[in-house]
């Protein structure tokens, strides 16, 4: 029978107690090997266990028939821990190196084992991180974009092969001669609209004065990126402005590298065909229908790939091809620092903003240091709806339409107010003609929307809550404030949340009373259009933790105002990118760390927030919230970022967190 002395000489083992190390004993298997036997092969079906070497040795090859090790451990240490921790099929075969004694530990023993002591999890993680170094794909990725970034200078070719690295759980199927329609489909849909003829990317904070008079001329229109702004300076080179230089660096080049990836296999097929000079001549003199259908029908791509590529790259999907074919990949990205580091900068052009719009709104009320003002960085609708006196007013009308023109999208919404909120998007559509109106009639009734013109990207509704009428959602409509005013951002991105927290601090200070951040997350548990609450936040770029005051929304509040999916409380991982993440790295913080899911500004928020406590420029007392909405759970197959949400799963979830942080805020205000 094994002692539990065995556990003795192998770190982190010996952090158990006594007690633990049986529990992982009653279910242990000793095994004696020969040399050369093997241990498990790199294509065993059942791997859910790993092993202690107590005696002897083992020999690692690559592959079952390979002629020598890649690797030799010796006793006493460990091996297998990927397979159980991270859901890794073996991927080496493991030999005994000589006369070899070893103990199997199931993994289900295993994973108690660190939720329950944290002491063997974190010293479990350390290794991993330190010794293990699993994320050295990622470091190596950022290392060499930023070292060109430093030099100013990139071509895109040679950021692949750590890009690939990466193994990026967004882009699953990089690496497989397939076309990633998912993938390709995502960074299409967030790059300018004629990327495929595009050569040169200049990416800078600071836009030229030459260009600001002709910008809206010269912008580059893109399907999804509304906020990220790119501007064609002279045929095949772009300008883009970059909102912080870090996260915005690392999203925009990420997607890049999708682009190149994915249209490199469009490519190949396409070049392994007699269509290069046909695609020339349709691209400079276009063509008839016949020569379209002909073209067509000789496609190096299957039925579905066609649909994909044309559903992809629009009415003029053959001269895109033929752009693909030229372009070869050939981007060259260059990097701008700011040049007069004494102008104004976006942030505290957007401050000046800021100031103005609360003096121009509230006049001698701005300045008054007794008024209470509250920041909720969410977006820029439906804190708006909920408190809009017309919307609520034209309930009836906005209905009826909806129920005659979309009612498609109104099944599925059990509470009326989400039905309205869900009409009334797609009503301002339909009717442009009212909006001066309604926005005339809503700035009277205390709700001011202000643009932004300072190229942050960042508008914003001012709310007099003073002014505000009775008449709101119907969870909201039993509360009168009487005094305050409401800062509702739009959301901020990435680094650039932090920038913007401090210069609302700086010209806010202690009148803040509450600060509000709700977003978009993904989830490491549950499904989408759930709620996350993290009670910690942490930055995966430092791994720094940062926890989160104790006044912040609880799961019953919003269970109260009837929200219909799971509320899952833990830590909240802040990630520099959405295509930076693979299935280790979030599967390593969702058993090591307790992560209940990821996004890309809360840690950047929440250090402002403290050390603005620390130095005096809030109060202590200010209330925190920060909220989440799960918009895709990237460990299940088919619900990554990739695919939509749908209607049913995200308003829900918004209008139920926007109503739960609404509540605090005109509670707390009538108490004042």
């Given at each position: ?172 199927h990089a690496r497989q001669p397939e076309i990633d329609f998912g993938a390709l489909g995502y960074a ?102 016949n020569t379209a259908r002909e073209l067509t029908s000789a496609m190096p791509f299957n039925a579905d ?318 209330a925190v919230n920060f909220i989440y909405y799960t918009s895709d759970t990237p460990l299940n197959p ?35």
């Amino acid at each position: 029978m094994l002692s539990n002395t065995i556990f003795d000489n192998i770190p982190p083992f010996d952090f158990l107690s006594a007690a633990e190390r049986g529990r992982l004993l009653l279910h242990a298997k000793t095994i004696s090997l020969k040399d050369a036997e093997i241990v498990c092969c790199e294509d065993d079906l059942e791997y859910d266990h790993m092993y202690l070497i107590l005696e002897g040795g083992i020999a690692v090859y690559n592959e079952k028939g390979a002629a020598h090790p890649i690797q030799h451990h010796s006793s006493p240490t460990y091996f297998g821990e990927m397979s159980l921790f991270f859901n890794q099929p073996r991927s080496a075969t493991v030999r005994a190196s000589g006369n070899t004694k070893c103990v199997q530990l199931t993994g289900d023993d295993i994973r108690a084992a660190v939720q329950t002591n944290h002491s063997f999890g974190s010293a479990f993680a350390f290794n991993l991180l330190n010794k293990q170094r699993i994320f050295h794909g990622y470091e190596v990725f950022m290392n060499l974009l930023f070292s060109k970034v430093a030099q100013g200078y990139l071509s895109l070719d040679e950021l692949i092969p750590g890009y690939l690295g990466l193994n990026s759980i967004l882009h699953e199927h990089a690496r497989q001669p397939e076309i990633d329609f998912g993938a390709l489909g995502y960074a299409l849909s967030r790059l300018p609209n004629d990327i495929t003829r595009l050569s040169t990317l200049l990416l800078t904070e600071d836009f030229a004065d030459m260009y600001r008079g002709i910008q809206n001329e010269i912008r580059l229109p893109s399907k999804r990126s509304s906020k990220r702004k790119f501007f064609e300076i002279m045929p095949g080179k772009c300008t883009v402005q970059l909102r912080d230089r870090k996260t915005d660096i690392i999203d925009l080049v990420t997607k890049l590298c999708i682009y190149s990836v994915e249209t490199r296999k469009i490519r190949k097929r396409l070049e392994s065909t007699e269509l290069g000079a046909r695609l020339a001549d349709w691209w400079r003199h276009g063509g008839d229908a016949n020569t379209a259908r002909e073209l067509t029908s000789a496609m190096p791509f299957n039925a579905d790939e066609l649909q994909k590529i044309q559903e992809l790259f629009g009415e003029t999907w053959l001269k895109k091809l033929y752009e693909t074919i030229t372009q070869h990949n050939n981007l060259t990205l260059y990097f701008q620092s700011a040049v007069n580091r004494y102008m104004a900068t976006a942030w505290e052009n957007w401050g000046i903003q800021l100031r103005a719009a609360i003096e121009d709104f509230l006049g001698a009320e701005a300045n008054n240091p007794e008024l209470e003002i509250h920041i909720i960085s969410s977006n820029n609708h439906s804190v708006h709806n909920c408190l809009s006196p017309w919307l609520h007013q034209n309930t009836e009308e906005i209905m009826r339409w909806g129920r005659e023109n979309v009612p498609n999208l109104l099944a599925g919404l059990d509470k009326p107010a989400d039905q309205l909120y869900t009409a009334y998007r797609h009503w301002r559509m339909a009717h442009p003609e009212r909006l001066a109106d309604i926005a005339a009639a809503e700035r009277a009734s205390g709700i001011y929307p202000v643009l932004d013109s300072s190229s942050a990207g960042i508008n914003l509704n001012l709310i007099d809550l003073a002014r505000l009428s009775a008449e709101r959602d119907p969870d909201l409509a039993q509360v009168q404030p009487q005094r305050g005013l409401i800062v509702n951002i739009d959301y901020a991105y990435g680094l650039q949340a932090r920038s913007i927290t401090q210069m609302i601090l700086l010209i806010l200070g202690k009148r803040i009373r509450s600060f509000s951040v709700f977003g978009k997350a993904g989830a490491l548990t549950g499904k989408r259009g759930d709620i996350l609450l993290p009670h910690h936040l942490i930055d995966q770029q430092t791994d720094e933790v940062y926890p989160l005051p104790q006044n912040g929304l609880s799961a019953p509040e919003l269970e109260a105002l009837g929200f219909p999916h799971e509320i899952h409380s833990g830590v909240l991982l802040t990630v520099p990118g959405t295509s930076m993440q693979n299935s280790l790295m979030l599967r390593y913080y969702r058993v090591f760390r307790g992560a209940i899911g990821m996004e890309m500004e809360g840690s950047f928020y929440l250090r402002e927030i403290i050390r603005g406590q620390m130095e005096g420029i809030l109060p202590a007392d200010m209330a925190v919230n920060f909220i989440y909405y799960t918009s895709d759970t990237p460990l299940n197959p088919n619900e990554s970022l990739t695919a939509k949400m749908t209607i049913p799963e995200g308003v829900p979830a918004v209008y139920s967190i926007t109503r739960a942080i609404l509540g605090r805020v005109l509670t707390a205000t009538r108490d004042s």
